[in-house]
């Protein structure tokens, strides 16, 4: 009788813990299947619904022999995660750091492993330690053997008090017999479990981790923290067509893959044999594998990588796509910037939503965008009067200036007046019915001014108390309609912060861990206020990206500001003027020579309807910073990253909410 390995019951993570309970409720209410999964088994499940959508890094990077020739840097890992990847997958190749006789490892390979791991673990990435010697060991199968589980040896005992974030990927592409390869991988995995008995492991069948394989792959069945790894590269002569180190492929080109019926059947066959035998011996699948080659026109690569990974999603895989950077990349090192046709095919950019006023859209629905203006407020006024406007005077000043906005292109307005000093969320609506421009309002208090604008009940409430009726908002709707804030306001007052403005930005933190909002915060050049606000974000263990730091223009130390960028923050430099265009220009200068352009938010602080009905334009930026930044030779691809992708990437709902619904 073989013995069973009993999996304690690690820290979960809440999406696992979902998983397991769902799955737990339809075992109890099947017999059957109650009699045959333990918890234990689906531990693996979870783990592959955790690792989600993810891509391979750092196999070709100088930094695994010199640290200060490292292509990949510190950033990246976070530019990885804000694009909406779940997981990394760290190729490793250790035999070129073998030592001695004993196949002892250089230790400045583990230095940068180490790197890896807590680079992507601080940046809440799973992470698959994927061991990548398969040319070598397809050389020689045999005699490699020794080194290999070696190897295998002094990495696990390494790795083994690293989190249940970290998985084993036994070897990539074993290209062997299946007698030889079921025999290495039963020796390695008993190597393995002797120091990380509790790990998640992932193994593939031979020859390219082919699906046509996996009848070959024996798995030990007493133990069920396996995940199988499969990759897909089909058909073979399009995702390959070019590539030099491909035999018969090399020379071919041309060859298209537009998504006919026929096409994507043929797709759908190869995936069913791995769906059947998935199911049949219940283990989950990740596609730790797939692309194609840049040789093959770009409309058939965004087409055919868009088409295997919804298709992978769609039977519950987990994938990693092959690679990163060097070849098939999604993200170019040497420009420093996504390649963004790939990554939009990988991660569309409509995965994210956005709450507007007139519902929901999709990020690359919403265009060019203002973060920070004020359609209307009666900011000034009481309180109690703030809600009060000559609605006629109002519709009748708004909206001609709106749709002269949008002639210039203009297409979404961040509105920032919050509740007790002006916000109307019905106005709202119907200014967007009659300019077509998508507005987005928020919840929030606005802890500036002195706290004339914090309701009294928030004075006497606890941080807890206070979220909740922003959950509400985002939950249910404003004002007893059906419109869901798109981010939190909230403001700070000059000089230290009180225990009510940071009451309130707890508040805040809680309302943005729960719902995904991003939290913009009218900060100025309150040093004290970022730096309390950053305690309370590490306290609660909520990123920087959630974060925007608004007025940031008046804080004049642009190297703390790109410090803070650097780590995820977003800086919001939004009271642009005509009179102060040159100064603008300096400072994204400065953000563009430090590569973080990409964390920068433009706007106006603008008001087309104050008290009295004074009018604050909000025009500048369309009439002079941007011609004033192509004259200073930005491309128009980099005011694109400002003013339509950095506000969907900031103000973006994705796998956040959806985690907590």
């Known amino acids: ?37 333990a ?44 694009a909406g990847f779940d997981n990394v997958r760290i190729k490793i190749s250790p035999f070129r750091f073998s030592r001695d006789e004993k196949f002892t490892i250089d230790p400045k390979f583990f230095t940068t492993l180490d790197w890896a791991i807590k680079q992507s673990l601080d940046n809440d990435l799973m992470v698959i330690v994927d061991f990548h010697e398969h040319g070598a060991m397809q050389e020689n199968p045999i005699s490699t053997q020794p080194m290999f589980l070696a190897m295998w040896k002094q990495i696990a005992e390494f790795l083994k008090d690293e989190p249940d974030e970290v998985l084993f990927e036994v070897a990539n592409e074993p290209n062997m017999d299946p007698e030889i390869w079921n025999d290495l991988h039963a020796k390695a995995h008993k190597i393995i479990r002797e120091s990380n008995p509790y790990r998640t492991l992932l193994l593939g069948p031979i020859y390219g981790n082919q699906i046509k394989r996996l009848k070959d792959l024996t798995l030990p069945e007493e133990d069920r923290n396996i995940i ?82 919804r298709e992978a999603e769609a039977r519950n895989w987990s994938w990693s796509y092959w690679q990163f950077d060097s070849d098939f990349i999604v993200y170019d090192l040497d420009k420093d910037e996504w390649f963004t046709p790939i990554k939009n095919a990988l991660v569309p950019s409509g995965q994210g939503t ?67 000093f002006g916000r109307r969320v019905d106005l709202l609506e119907q200014i967007a019915d009659q300019t077509g421009i998508d507005i987005i309002t928020n919840t929030g208090f606005y802890g500036a001014a002195d706290d004339r604008y914090v309701p009294e009940m928030a004075k006497k409430a606890t941080a807890q108390e206070i979220a909740a009726i922003w959950i509400e908002e985002f939950e249910n709707g404003i004002d007893g309609t059906i419109i869901k804030p798109g981010f939190i306001k909230l403001a700070f007052d000059e000089g230290k912060p009180s225990k009510l403005d940071l009451k309130l930005f707890e508040s805040g933190v809680i309302t943005s861990k729960e ?32 974060w925007v730091w608004v007025h940031a223009d008046k804080f004049e130390d642009v190297n703390y500001q790109i410090s803070l960028a650097d780590k995820g923050a977003w800086i ?78 900031a103000f973006g709902l994705s796998k956040i909410n959806s985690i907590n619904d």
């Open 1 to 37: 009788m073989t013995q069973q390995i009993i999996l304690k019951k690690p820290q979960l993570a809440k999406t696992a813990l979902v998983v397991l309970t769902c799955f737990l409720a339809f075992a109890s209410a099947n017999q059957s299947a109650a009699q045959q999964v």
């Open 39 to 82: 918890e234990e088994d689906l531990f693996a499940f979870a783990q592959n619904e955790r690792l989600g959508k993810g891509v391979n890094i750092i196999g070709y990077d100088p930094i695994w022999n010199d640290t200060a020739k490292a292509r990949m840097k510190k950033k990246h890992f976070r530019l990885i995660k804000e």
């Open 228 to 309: 199988v790894a499969i990759h897909y590269y089909s058909p073979i002569e399009f995702t390959h067509q070019g590539a030099p180190w491909s035999k018969n492929n090399k020379d071919l080109s041309g060859i298209t893959w537009t998504g006919t019926e026929e096409e994507k059947l043929a797709v759908q066959e190869d995936f069913e044999i791995a769906t059947r035998w998935a199911k049949k011996y219940k283990r989950p699948l990740t596609l730790g594998e797939f692309g194609a080659y840049d040789k093959a026109e770009l409309q058939y690569r965004e087409i055919w990588t868009n088409y295997i990974a």
């Open 354 to 420: 956005i709450n507007t006023v007139q519902g929901i859209r999709t990020s690359d629905q919403l265009g060019f965008a203002l973060t920070h203006e004020h359609l209307f407020s009666n900011f000034g006024k009481e309180p109690g009067l703030a809600k009060s406007y000559d609605e006629a005077a109002l519709m009748a000043q708004v909206v001609p200036y709106l749709r002269k906005l949008k002639l210039s292109g203009v297409q979404a307005i961040f509105d920032c007046t919050t509740a007790y």
């Open 515 to 546: 719902t995904g909002l991003a939290m913009a915060v009218h900060t100025v050049n309150n040093k004290a206020a970022v730096e309390a606000q950053i305690k309370i974000l590490e306290k609660y263990k909520v990123p920087l990206s959630a």
């Open 572 to 649: 919001s430099l939004d009271r642009v003027k005509e009179k102060e265009i040159n100064n603008y220009i300096q400072k994204l200068d400065q953000f563009k020579s430090a590569g973080l352009l990409h964390k920068i938010l433009l706007s106006h602080d603008g008001n087309s309807f104050t008290v009295g009905g004074e009018l604050r334009p909000y025009e500048a930026i369309m009439d002079g910073l941007i011609p004033a930044m192509k004259s200073a030779g930005f491309s128009q691809g980099e005011i694109n990253l400002l003013m339509m992708e950095n506000p969907t990437v």
